[in-house]
């Protein structure tokens, strides 16, 4: 049926906006790799704006240098039909996730994809390639990258206004993006070593870390630094364990927001200790905490203290048992307002 509507029932003078191809996570009988490249290559000849595929992870992975081929493409989303956690036992979705990692994106030699301006990729892309990638789009806007599973993350754009970065590891992370305004990161932050962020522009923020260690109270402190101008500040630190040793390190950690108007924090109680920070603005606070004890009743009081001009705060406090994983609110999927 594809090739019939692209090649043999297809009026040649009549460009084509959109094309989506999919295919169920539950089949059985993939898509040939032949078919899809020759659907997608016929697309290009009509002058395909908006691509979007949802593929299994090896046939994804094989299409990439067909897609960034394309001189006339605006807007791009790859997805994996086998990133379907949700919906899926254990057992199949860890044989997923290894499958998805094993597979990484095979771009062309030159980058000609130069009019796009959103890319969506739930892909695995070697390190040196996404670099390129990245910086050979001029016009790039909207970027977001998920299942990023590299050592090396070193990626930056002076177009990019909006990014969403999701990674399964990572050691060393540098962004550049000087004009970007929306920021969200989800990251596995027992893995990072080092963070380095020039984003001076940035107005929303947002950070997931899960399991981050006494080791890594540093690397944070460079995260919020690299956001200290934004008006809005969402952090989410998930963690499976006590974590005394994380409240005394964070305790040397200085902090200043001057344009900061909401913020939403979602953690242990004893981890609030790291914004004892200059806030003057201020105005809303949403505040969840679990793992409530006696001892980390002062670094309560001196947050409050923090933020004697806000005119809204809402103050979530749980007692979590010794043996209980704390997994906190981490509000909208996307970590974006």
Same mark, same amino acid.
């Given at each position: 049926m594809a090739d019939r509507a692209l090649v043999f029932g297809r009026d040649h003078s009549v460009p084509l906006e959109t094309l989506r191809i999919e295919t169920s996570g539950y089949s059985r009988c993939p898509l040939p790799l032949k078919s899809v490249i020759r659907w997608i290559d016929r697309a290009a000849h009509l002058g395909v704006e908006h691509l979007c595929l949802k593929l299994e992870s090896p046939t994804a992975a094989a299409v990439c240098r067909s897609i960034f081929?394309?001189?006339?493409?605006?807007?791009? #989303?790859?997805?994996? =039909?086998?990133? %379907?956690?949700?919906?899926?036992?254990?057992?199949?979705?860890?044989?997923?996730? &290894? /499958?998805?990692?094993?597979?990484?994106?095979?771009?062309?030699?030159?980058?000609?994809?130069?009019?796009?301006?959103?890319?969506?990729?739930? #892909?695995?892309?070697? =390190?040196?390639? %996404?670099?390129?990638?990245?910086?050979?789009?001029?016009?790039?806007?909207?970027? &977001? /990258?998920?299942?990023?599973?590299?050592?090396?993350?070193?990626?930056?754009?002076?177009?990019?206004?909006?990014l969403e970065l999701g990674c399964e590891s990572g050691k060393i992370m540098k962004l550049c993006f000087p004009k970007l305004d929306r920021f969200h990161l989800t990251c596995e932050a027992n893995n990072l070593e080092m963070f380095h962020g020039e984003m001076?522009?940035?107005?929303?923020?947002?950070?997931?870390?899960?399991?981050?260690?006494?080791?890594h109270a540093l690397v944070l402190e460079s995260m919020l630094k690299s956001v200290a101008n934004a008006v809005v500040l969402k952090l989410s630190i998930e963690t499976s364990f006590h974590c005394e040793k994380t409240y005394l390190r964070c305790c040397e950690i200085q902090l200043s927001f001057p344009r900061l108007e909401y913020f939403k924090f979602s953690s242990r109680m004893c981890l609030l200790k790291l914004f004892q920070a200059e806030m003057p603005v201020l105005r809303k606070a949403d505040i969840h905490l679990s793992d409530?004890?006696?001892?980390?009743?002062?670094?309560?009081?001196?947050?409050?203290?923090?933020?004697?001009?806000?005119?809204?705060?809402?103050?979530?406090?749980?007692?979590?048992?010794?043996?209980?994983?704390?997994?906190?609110?981490?509000g909208h999927q996307s970590g974006l307002i």
């Open positions: 081929s394309i001189r006339s493409l605006e807007s791009l #989303l790859i997805t994996t =039909s086998d990133n %379907l956690g949700g919906r899926m036992n254990p057992f199949m979705w860890k044989a997923c996730q &290894e /499958l998805l990692r094993s597979h990484k994106a095979l771009l062309p030699s030159d980058i000609v994809s130069t009019r796009l301006k959103s890319i969506s990729l739930r #892909l695995n892309i070697d =390190s040196a390639d %996404l670099t390129r990638l990245i910086g050979g789009l001029p016009v790039l806007e909207y970027l &977001e /990258l998920r299942n990023i599973d590299q050592d090396l993350i070193d990626i930056s754009s002076l177009s990019v206004r909006t001076p522009l940035v107005g929303k923020a947002g950070f997931t870390l899960r399991s981050p260690r006494e080791v409530a004890k006696e001892e980390f009743v002062q670094p309560v009081s001196d947050f409050l203290k923090c933020i004697a001009n806000v005119i809204y705060l809402k103050l979530n406090v749980l007692k979590t048992g010794p043996d209980r994983p704390v997994r906190p609110r981490t």
